[in-house]
């Protein structure tokens, strides 16, 4: 790791966790909430300052409104980014650029409805399909779906429980399904799976009694075999509280069964992150209990050691 290096000349009013997508020439663009209500973006440009280019703000037209939460930033099966935002009431609006690569350059904000308590998680499918998740003020799971140029409506996510919290997670599995998993507010860790019949909840991954309870957001990916693993911040029970903790699937499709959780060797704080590097390797992070970024990475069959690579948060 290079360390903790400043994006470019960011602005001093930051209230929000970063979103970050790849534009469609692999550029990352970065998107976050201002003390004012507005979503600010930077961009990777080598002529700008160290490196980030801080243009105009997401959406034409100035503010989406009072907003609440992080953004969420995905790029659209087309190649354009887009945007999406939970305002105070619970309604999601949305911006796109207006062209694949055009930073800078946003279509207006536009209103897609939905009863949001969470941020809004999207997901690029296949078909030019992009599908945006969130947990409702009830505590179920909701997700819209852009379908034929439009937005399609939310719908619940099949007989999604109650008592959600925090922000889903959503991968793709390697059979096509949409996957997506969810905390609960017992500590709990729900997991539906989309096919053609609709959406199935499975036996949770973590039922909320000792030994299985988790907290925060989880983490999910595609691992290499074609299985998905997630990742989450075990509260409590026999593995050591704040230890991070991944779980993984057994088959390549949504019925499939789970391994017990297991631990990375690695004491974390709030939500982790998980990744695939360019080289093919797994790897997970976020802050640890010294308040300082790291990650462990997965080879030779085990969880290396945790590296540290920035603090002072």
Not at 204 to 231: C, E, H, K, N
């Given at each position: 790791?290079s360390g903790?290096e400043?994006v470019?000349d960011?602005?001093d009013?930051?209230?929000?966790?970063?979103?970050?997508?790849?534009?469609?020439?692999?550029d990352l663009?970065v998107?976050a909430?201002?003390?004012s209500?507005q979503?600010?973006?930077?961009?990777?440009?080598p002529?700008?300052?160290d490196?980030?280019?801080?243009?105009?703000?997401?959406?034409?037209?100035?503010?989406?409104?009072a907003?609440?939460?992080?953004p969420?930033?995905?790029?659209?099966p087309?190649?354009?980014?887009?945007?999406f935002?939970?305002?105070?009431?619970?309604t999601v609006?949305t911006?796109?650029?207006t062209a694949?690569n055009?930073?800078?350059s946003w279509?207006p904000?536009?209103?897609?409805g939905?009863?949001?308590?969470s941020?809004?998680?999207?997901?690029?499918?296949a078909h030019?399909?992009?599908?945006?998740?969130c947990?409702?003020?009830?505590?179920t799971?909701?997700?819209?779906?852009?379908?034929?140029?439009?937005?399609?409506?939310?719908?619940?996510?099949?007989?999604?429980?109650?008592?959600?919290?925090?922000?889903?997670?959503?991968?793709?599995?390697?059979?096509?399904?949409?996957?997506?998993?969810?905390?609960t507010a017992?500590?709990g860790l729900?997991?539906?799976?989309?096919?053609?019949?609709?959406?199935?909840?499975?036996?949770?991954?973590?039922?909320?009694s000792?030994?299985?309870?988790?907290?925060?957001?989880?983490?999910?990916i595609?691992?290499?075999d074609?299985?998905?693993?997630v990742f989450?911040q075990?509260?409590?029970?026999?593995l050591a509280?704040?230890?991070?903790?991944?779980i993984?699937?057994?088959?390549?499709?949504?019925?499939a069964?789970w391994?017990?959780w297991?631990?990375t060797?690695?004491t974390m704080?709030?939500?982790?992150?998980a990744w695939?590097?360019?080289?093919?390797i797994?790897?997970?992070?976020?802050?640890?209990?010294r308040?300082?970024m790291?990650?462990?990475?997965?080879?030779?069959?085990?969880?290396s050691a945790?590296?540290r690579?920035g603090?002072?948060?």
């Amino acid at each position: 790791w290079s360390g903790i290096e400043t994006v470019g000349d960011s602005p001093d009013d930051i209230a929000s966790n970063p979103a970050v997508a790849a534009d469609a020439n692999g550029d990352l663009t970065v998107f976050a909430r201002t003390t004012s209500g507005q979503v600010a973006d930077a961009w990777q440009q080598p002529s700008a300052p160290d490196g980030w280019q801080w243009g105009a703000l997401a959406g034409a037209g100035g503010s989406p409104g009072a907003i609440t939460r992080d953004p969420g930033a995905a790029r659209r099966p087309g190649g354009d980014v887009e945007v999406f935002v939970t305002r105070s009431g619970g309604t999601v609006r949305t911006t796109r650029q207006t062209a694949p690569n055009a930073d800078g350059s946003w279509t207006p904000w536009q209103g897609i409805g939905g009863s949001c308590a969470s941020s809004p998680v999207p997901l690029p499918l296949a078909h030019r399909k992009l599908a945006v998740f969130c947990v409702t003020k009830a505590g179920t799971a909701a997700v819209d779906s852009w379908r034929g140029g439009s937005w399609h409506g939310w719908e619940p996510a099949g007989a999604s429980p109650s008592g959600l919290t925090a922000n889903p997670a959503v991968v793709s599995g390697p059979a096509g399904q949409t996957e997506l998993f969810v905390t609960t507010a017992s500590g709990g860790l729900d997991y539906a799976w989309q096919s053609a019949g609709g959406w199935t909840w499975g036996t949770p991954l973590a039922d909320g009694s000792a030994g299985q309870q988790v907290q925060g957001t989880p983490a999910a990916i595609r691992w290499p075999d074609g299985q998905v693993r997630v990742f989450a911040q075990l509260a409590s029970g026999q593995l050591a509280p704040g230890q991070l903790g991944v779980i993984s699937q057994q088959g390549t499709s949504g019925p499939a069964a789970w391994s017990g959780w297991t631990t990375t060797g690695a004491t974390m704080l709030g939500s982790p992150a998980a990744w695939i590097s360019a080289s093919g390797i797994p790897a997970a992070g976020g802050v640890d209990a010294r308040l300082r970024m790291g990650s462990t990475s997965f080879a030779s069959g085990k969880w290396s050691a945790w590296a540290r690579f920035g603090g002072g948060f």
